[in-house]
């Protein structure tokens, strides 16, 4: 079993930048792809950022790209989403997910592990 917990979200200016951490423990996430979606009021979980055991394959949603890096550091066990430019349409709350092999990235039901998600709201 991985348990994952989210932290670092809070409130931002349009225009600021957050750091999300994602810490797992109970086994290493060194060889899970991880990922991360977000959720916001009165929608469905939508896919933001997506990264491979290694590092070596990273993917983003179209509407983060350029704005968003995903980050992992395998010896501490966490993986990190570092947002900038942030607009008021990303205000969801934000969950990290783990699963075993890369493929299908976008899709949330292959995800076996999540955290309980941490609020990240962008006021304009």
């Known amino acids: 079993q991985v348990q994952l917990v989210e932290s670092g979200g809070g409130l931002v200016q349009a225009g600021g930048s957050l750091r999300l951490s994602c810490a797992a423990s109970?086994?290493?996430?060194?060889?899970?792809?991880m990922g991360w979606f977000r959720q916001a009021p009165g929608k469905e979980r939508e896919f933001v950022a997506a990264?491979?055991?290694?590092?070596?394959?990273?993917h983003y949603a179209d509407f983060v790209k350029g704005r968003f890096t995903i980050f992992r550091e395998n010896a501490k066990n966490m993986v990190f989403l570092q947002m900038n430019s942030l607009k008021p349409e990303d205000t969801a709350v934000y969950y990290c997910a783990a699963k075993r092999y890369y493929r299908d990235y976008k899709r949330d039901l292959e995800y076996n592990y999540w955290g309980q998600g941490t609020q990240v709201t962008v006021s304009s």
């Open positions: 109970g086994r290493t996430i060194s060889n899970y792809a």
């Open positions: 990264i491979s055991w290694s590092a070596g394959d990273k």
